[in-house]
């Protein structure tokens, strides 16, 4: 079956600091890929997305793109602030249009960030 | 805009107890999943429900069911409560077969 595998955490760096969480998966076809990022107390929020091979999302400065060929989908951020310290969460479903799409998640890598 | 809301935020059951949760979709959403999150791992997926019924399941027992209400409102029921079952429990919606999938805060559940 589908499965994502994430880098494991905890994550803390400084501010300024570049950032690059690793997630790879296991799928069959093409599926869509996700990030997405719970804050302290918060439920999920979509970070990013990519829906084809070589495909960028981008958000708030994060950017991620899908590589077919390594089946990855790293999470990087040039400089982090100190409000990007919370859990980031990858995963994927199955292509647009395709009924159900439940998402398959990574264990999910905390990250925090000191001034 | 409401978002997606979930009842109650945290509860507190014994072993063999049943619980009831409830989500109200996000506004013009009419698909509704549930997923269990449990402490320091990745949300994993329950179930599914669109025109009120189950259209896709996960790995969970048959103690774990769903409904889905005409106004898409949805409701998450667990029998005999397990201490394994201490999770938070999220609820999302999207549009069936489109778009982004939005979360609740969630439902925390601790089986004592």
């Known amino acids: 079956g589908n499965s994502v595998t994430q880098m494991e955490g905890p994550v803390t760096l400084s501010e300024e600091a570049f950032l690059t969480i690793n997630c790879t998966y296991t799928a069959t076809g093409y599926p869509s890929l996700f990030w997405y990022v719970q804050y302290p107390g918060e439920g999920l929020q979509l970070l990013l997305k990519a829906t084809k091979a070589d495909d960028k999302g981008s958000n708030k400065g994060f950017e991620a793109t899908y590589r077919k060929e390594t089946t990855s989908f790293h999470l990087e951020k040039g400089s982090v602030q100190v409000s990007d310290s919370a859990v980031y969460f990858c995963?994927?479903?199955?292509?647009?249009?395709?009924?159900?799409?439940?998402?398959?998640f990574g264990q999910g890598t905390r990250l925090t960030i000191n001034p | 805009d409401a978002g997606v809301t979930q009842s109650p935020t945290h509860l507190i059951k014994t072993r063999g107890q049943q619980v009831t949760l409830r989500c109200s979709p996000k506004s013009g959403h009419d698909t509704v999943s549930w997923y269990q999150q449990a402490l320091g791992q990745g949300p994993q997926f329950i179930f599914q429900y669109y025109e009120e019924e189950e259209r896709q399941r996960g790995n969970f027992p048959d103690r774990f069911s769903g409904h889905q209400f005409p106004n898409y409102s949805s409701e998450l029921n667990v029998n005999a409560l397990l201490l394994g079952d201490s999770a938070l429990y999220l609820c999302?919606?999207?549009?069936w077969g489109e778009g982004e999938l939005f979360f609740g805060e969630g439902s925390r559940l601790t089986v004592l």
């Open positions: 999302a919606s999207r549009t």
């Open positions: 995963a994927l479903s199955d292509p647009p249009g395709q009924g159900a799409q439940k998402l398959v």
